[in-house]
Structures are given as C-alpha cells and as structure tokens.
C-alpha cells in the first residue's frame, strides 16, 4: 500500500472532477457505493456548484445527471451543522423542483440520491454508512407496496418505494481504515487520501492518477494549501470553543440544579440543571466563535441559536 499526495475530494469536486474527462472518477465513486453501473451524463448548475468564498471550507456539492436521467446530489460537508438532516431534505427536494417546468407530467419527476460526506459526528450509530430509503408497509398485513404491472413496465421497478429519493450518509471519521471492500476502499481515501497500488475498487485508480498535488500548478497549490488550512482552522476553532463551552456549560448547570434540587427535590433539580447546562453550553460555544471572528451564519448552524440569540452575546 502507498500514500500519495493526493488532493483532497471537496477540493476535486469543486475544481477538477466537473470536467468530464475526469467523471470517469465520480463515476467510480457512484458506481461502488450505489452497486450499479453509473454513467455521468452532464453536471448540472446548482446554487452549491457555483464558487463561494465563504464556504469554500466548510461544504461543496454537485449536481449531477446520470444516463437514466437520475439526478444525483453529492455534498461533502467538513464542519458539524445542527439541521443537516433538514438540509439534506431541502437539497432534495429542490434539485426536483427546480428540473420538472410547470406543465410537465408527473412523469418528468427524477428519482434523486443524495449523497453526504460527513466529517463530523452526525446522528448516533454504530456504523459509518446509512443509507435511507421509503418503504411502504401495509399497516395490518405488513406487506409491502409493490407497483402495478403496467407500472412495472414502464419504471422498470418493482416497489413503490424505488420511486422515492434515496439518502446516503457517509460518516467518513467513523471508519477504522481497515478496507475490506471496494466501497471501504473509497471510505478509506476519503478519510486519508489512501490508495492501495493494487486497488479494484472502480475509479480509484483514475484518482490517484489524475488528483496528484504534485502536478497542480503554483497556484493551484498555493490555493489548495490555502483551502486546507481554512478547514484546519476552522476544525480547530469550533472544536476547542465546543469543548470549553461544554465544560462551563456543564459546570453552571450542575450548580444550578444542586441549588435547585434542595430547594424543590433533586430529581427535578438534576433534570434542570442539565438542560440549562446544554442550553449554557451553546451559548459558551457562541461567544468563544464570535471572539474569533466566525460569521453569525456558521455560529447559528453550529449552535442551533437563533440570530437574536447570538446578537445579545455580542
């Protein structure tokens, strides 16, 4: 096994693998975790696909299309964010939206995948891939749906549910870096920009030909390094402002909740003590942000505080 220099994916995504001479790297990447033969047909605009300084450490995604017509959203998203969840089915919801043009038919509505690289703790599970689906059960039988014949013909699928988005969430730090499939061998590249020489996983071999730091120009390293050392930064800043928020939040309510539980029992006074504690806690985090100067916008989706909220803390 070697490690290359390998350039980051967040950074390939939004700089190299848009290219279609590149697709053949996505194309890989789709085709192991979705266990199908994916073909990129185009990329498609998104709000996301476009360059945005102020986000170029925190997330990028793509759109794209593949030769089914199938719309797939691909995020990776490096800092924690309360409403991901919310986003995710945002993201959806709008990437149909905005490809079916009023007058069409139902039929021109695109089944959609979205796909989230996560490097943070998101949810609570034992493992680092989730994939969610619609399943239609019957309620006293516990059947499930399936399509009709004549829709079966014309979907070329067998449940009501395949019509559906699906959802993919990949908790990259929650791998143990021991790859045991092709897909674990992406997880693994994901994580820590390592290829095996001898990989078969599909795609992995065009990335570590074609997403070499070594033959980016100047300024592309200069710009990648710069890239690099926003997310470090900004990892940094909300883990340390975390963490001692988290102490002194934890501390303040559990003082309060022992006063409190003299006063009025100490299983209700525990129970206050700690949602106060979390809810100190957020407001620790906030401020030690704001002291480093991170926009109001992250401090909110970092917190969960409304903008009011972190207006009074300034």
Request: aromatic share 8%.
């Amino acid at each position: 096994m070697s490690r290359y220099n390998l350039i980051r994916f967040d950074w390939a995504m939004k700089r190299l693998l848009r290219d279609k001479a590149n697709f053949v790297v996505l194309e890989g990447f789709l085709s192991e975790l979705l266990q199908d033969n994916i073909k990129i047909h185009r990329i498609l605009e998104s709000e996301g696909n476009k360059e945005d300084e102020s986000d170029k450490f925190n997330r990028v995604d793509v759109l794209a299309e593949n030769n089914k017509k199938e719309l797939i959203i691909i995020e990776v998203q490096n800092t924690r964010e309360l409403y991901y969840f919310q986003r995710m089915l945002y993201g959806v919801s709008k990437a149909i939206t905005e490809y079916i043009h009023e007058g069409d038919l139902y039929a021109e509505v695109r089944k959609v995948y979205s796909i989230n690289i996560v490097y943070f703790d998101l949810g609570q599970g034992s493992d680092y891939i989730y994939r969610g689906v619609t399943d239609f059960r019957g309620i006293h039988s516990g059947d499930t749906l399936r399509l009709s014949t004549k829709q079966r013909n014309t979907f070329v699928k067998e449940n009501a549910g395949e019509i559906f988005p699906e959802y993919y969430v990949l908790r990259v730090n929650e791998f143990d870096d021991r790859a045991k499939t092709p897909l674990d061998e992406w997880v693994r590249f994901l994580k820590s920009g390592i290829i095996d020489e001898n990989t078969t996983a599909k795609g992995l071999q065009a990335a570590r030909e074609r997403l070499r730091v070594s033959d980016m120009s100047e300024q592309e390293r200069r710009a990648y390094e710069r890239h690099m050392d926003n997310i470090r930064i900004q990892w940094d800043v909300l883990t340390t402002a975390h963490g001692e928020g988290w102490d002194e939040g934890k501390a303040e309510g559990r003082a309060e909740g022992k006063a409190e539980g003299k006063a009025e029992g100490l299983a209700e006074g525990r129970e206050k003590g700690i949602q106060e504690g979390i809810e100190q806690e957020k407001k620790e985090t906030a401020k030690k942000l704001l002291e480093k100067g991170i926009p109001v916008e992250t401090i909110m989706t970092c917190t969960g505080l409304s903008l009011t909220e972190i207006q009074q803390l300034q």
